[in-house]
DNA sequence: GCGATTTTTTGAATCGTTTCATTGTTACGA
DNA sequence: TCGTAACAATGAAACGATTCAAAAAATCGC
């Protein structure tokens, strides 16, 4: 009965033909001011909303673009998400986020129904090994950029963070407040990531001929991983404790605070240096607050959904990949010795 | 040139009609065996992906749910997204994400959208009132359905948690525990949640006789917030503290907790229990584990979604106002005083 | 007031599906 | 072999927007 009206309704109740409300709508200084009103009020009148899908289908394409992320709930992507929404409503255009939670099934799920839904291009967080998938996409017309992980240049645009610049930034940054017997904390090397963390920190303290580095492998990254490492540093006698400790995530890092602060064995900066990375929000707030390697991830999602536009825009496209270089925050867990 | 091929294509090249291929695709035991391998091929062969916007078109409406939160970033709506898009996904629809960071504007923004969008419905968690707006929703055929919001029953359908349920809850245990001199730690008020959490702790003290709460005021609802009460509770003497405490959430509780056990002057639970709300992934893992309430939030995206597939499918429905109780979730922060 | 020019308006064609009445085919019992 | 029922395949119409060539109306200069 009540079926929502159409854009035949309209022009019927403003008498009109279709293609003058069409172009109310979509080329507003082609139509008189007297029509227009007409035509505007005829809207109000029958409550009138575009109808997405048939404008799709005519123009070819839609106005969204599809996300896909490892996990909406961590802090990064959440950052990521955001600022990508923010840019791409700038430009006139919707994002579809999909959550793949690490789940190859589940990112493939999401991949079909974007390309039914013909979204303009595809931002993608890849699980595993998706090249040969997203080159098929590729081939049908559907650029995509790829997030938080480098890519064949001839292929794919993408958007990351110079991992190895983070962690040279801060290992550097213990050397520099005078520390000497490093410890580096993080989880399995298999993962990039803290591989490429642990590659800068070895970097840097090379610079220094009188520094050393410690790894301390860590049972995953949680508070509770750092907190089974932290332990363990407490049980050493003090000659035997770094000075410094850069831990993989700032998960890592609290968990290591915990144990040093609980038993009142250490202090925090005074006997040993602390720093994390991600600077979660929970960083600037622990007991000690703790200094950390803040990577931008505002710049990461915008300057994604801006490598797709201009894939999106140019026909034979030139892929770039962008690195961003993270940034030290200083907090109180690094203050110099003294 | 390489324009994505349409059914038509499939139908020329498997030598069959438009129908055939369409009948494939949604009813396959219409047509024989010998063709719809031939109709499969074909669409392998081309590498056919189906229009949705052509298809959304025809039937009239689309197979996605528009979803609108205040703040993805919050845990307790993340867990309730994902807890939404795996029960759509298992009746066959998406979720459409959109994050008004409890900006109106921006609410606002994203139900156009989904309207354009024609969503078979809308799961919204309101940032200020925007019953009058959902009216005329309803009125154009999109069910609505309020997420931790109560609504007139008689418009919507909502799913909530009863707050002051978890507060009488939180409270209820601290007094079982043995403690008597309750202290209520908590935002601004007048948001509604925090309000109805003291309620129910005032209607638990009440029961006994002997027992006391008081009030202290914070100045939001944030780490750095928690650690100025505690700051402030350090400051009295002994006997002037309360034995238990209960905070509107569990950022609160981390920042007193902070405070309290820096300082050791006291500890936790010996001298003072203490309860947060929310049961976050830090709750687990603080220095001390916190006790806390849990929320069931994947039980709210689910039923969410259930209560808005009922609406759908029904001509004219009966809205349902479900309310969930929360959980009490122990550590050791609150064991027993000894 | 007239022709030329510019501005507005018109409406049929189109996009890619699904639907469904119709036609074509096959199988089977008599 | 024929009639009938069951099953398969067909293809035109419809969904609601945009586009664009063509028609209509308004404006202008003289």
Redesign the interface.
């Known amino acids: 009965m ?1 079926r ?1 009206a159409s854009i035949k309704d309209v022009a019927t109740h403003a008498s009109v033909a279709v293609g003058t409300v069409s172009n109310v709508l979509n080329y507003p200084d082609r139509v008189s001011e007297r029509t227009k009103e007409r035509v505007l009020r005829a809207i109000d009148e029958l ?1 009138f ?6 404008r ?2 005519r123009i070819g394409h ?1 106005r969204t673009i599809g996300l896909i992320v490892l996990d ?2 961590n ?1 990064f992507f ?2 990521v ?2 600022s990508a ?1 923010d840019a791409a ?1 700038l430009q006139g255009s ?1 994002v ?2 999909g ?1 793949s ?1 690490h789940d190859a099934g589940r990112e493939a ?1 999401y991949i ?2 974007f ?4 979204v303009q291009g595809l931002l993608i967080s890849p699980v595993g090994d998706v090249t040969d998938r997203l080159d ?1 996409l590729r ?3 559907v650029p995509t950029v790829l997030v938080d992980r480098l890519a064949d240049e001839s292929k794919f645009s993408s958007v990351a963070v110079d991992d190895d610049a983070g962690g040279y930034l801060a290992a550097k940054h213990l050397l520099d407040t005078g520390r000497r017997r490093l410890a580096f904390v993080g989880g399995p090397a298999s993962i990039r990531q803290v591989a490429d963390r642990l590659e800068g920190a070895r970097r840097a303290v090379k610079e220094e001929p009188d520094a050393t580095l410690e790894v301390l492998d860590s049972d995953g990254q ?3 991983a750092g ?1 089974g490492v932290g332990d363990m540093l407490v049980q050493r006698g003090r000659a035997e404790l770094p000075d410094g400790i850069f831990c993989a995530n700032d998960l890592l890092a609290l ?1 290591v605070m ?1 144990s040093l ?2 038993t ?1 064995t250490f202090r925090i900066p005074e006997d040993v240096a602390l720093i994390g990375y991600d600077d979660i929000d ?1 960083a600037a ?3 000690v607050p703790l200094s950390s390697i803040r990577q931008p991830t505002e710049l990461l999602g915008r300057t994604a959904i801006e490598l797709l536009s201009e894939e999106v825009e140019s026909q034979n496209p030139v892929h770039r990949a962008v690195v961003f270089t993270p940034e030290l925050v200083v907090r109180q867990s690094t203050a110099a010795a003294g």
């Open positions: 009540n929502t409550g909303v575009r109808n997405d899908a048939a799709q289908l839609s909406v709930g802090p959440t950052s998400v955001r929404e409503a919707a579809l986020l959550d939670g799920n079909d129904l390309q039914e839904q013909r098929l081939e049908r017309g949680t508070v509770l907190r968990g915990q602060t609980m009142h929970f707030s622990a007991v």
